[in-house]
Structures are given as structure tokens and as C-alpha cells.
């Protein structure tokens, strides 16, 4: 597994309750794969939401588990699936990079990072460095 173009986006409050992630979460295992949780040692929460429109209505709601089909991914991007990184632990600098630990449904654990930015960094999913993880 990896994550390719990881960046949370950096908020023009000073000190932000709450910010989002965003990247490519890429499955190359031939299973099938669940992310059931996720934590950072920059943040008190992080949690797996998903923007949905109801009633013309925009709305997030969290997701207990990210279904991975084998060899395939899910983009987490604005106004879709995205992390929710809350309250974080200390201001948040931009180019700094945050690591972030992905908790699979069979146990095993992805470290990867994300990098704070103002906006998706360039090319994002194919300039980033890959974190892999193989079962």
C-alpha cells in the first residue's frame, strides 16, 4: 500500500480546530485491503470522512472503514473522501511534513507522510515519494 501526493491543506486561521488531508491511497497488494483507523502524533483525532450531497445539501460523514479493492485506490481530494485531521498539537508550518499512520482492517500498519501546503502541490500524486507497505 501507499500514498502518493499526501498534503494537508494549510489553513489561514492561526490556530485551525481542524484541518483535511488529501492524496492517492494506492493498493498494490492483490487482496483486498480495509483503512479501519489512522493517527499522527500532530493531531488528537484523525478520522476517514466523505463529502456527500443530500438533499442539494453538502454533507460529511465518517466512514467506519475505506474499502482498498486489490490493485486499486481511492483518491482523497477536496469536496470527496478526505482525512479530517483534528485539533492539532502545535501550529503547522508550510513544506513541514506530518507523519501519519494508516491502520488496516487485518492489523497491519502504513506509515506515510503528508506534507502541509496551501494548495495540492504541484503534480501531487506523481512527484511525492511512495510509502509501501506488502502483505
Known amino acids: 500500500m501507499a500514498v502518493d501526493g499526501g498534503w494537508i491543506r ?3 486561521v492561526p490556530q485551525p480546530r ?3 488531508g488529501f492524496g492517492r491511497i494506492a493498493n498494490h497488494c492483490g487482496d483486498a485491503v480495509a483503512v479501519v483507523g489512522a493517527s499522527s502524533p500532530a493531531f ?3 478520522t476517514v470522512h466523505e463529502t456527500v450531497v443530500v438533499d442539494g445539501v453538502s ?4 466512514l467506519e472503514r475505506l474499502a482498498l479493492p486489490a490493485h486499486g485506490e481511492a483518491v482523497l481530494q477536496p469536496g470527496g473522501l478526505h482525512l479530517m485531521l483534528m485539533q492539532p498539537v502545535r501550529a503547522l508550518a508550510e513544506g513541514e511534513r506530518v507523519p501519519l499512520l494508516l491502520e488496516l482492517a487485518d492489523g497491519a500498519q502504513v506509515q506515510v507522510e503528508l506534507e502541509v501546503a496551501r494548495n495540492a502541490p504541484e503534480g501531487a500524486a506523481n512527484e511525492a515519494p511512495a510509502h509501501h507497505h506488502h502483505h
Open 10 to 12: 494549510l489553513s489561514p
Open 44 to 46: 488528537a483525532e484523525v
Open 18 to 20: 481542524m484541518l483535511a
Open 59 to 62: 454533507r460529511m460523514r465518517e
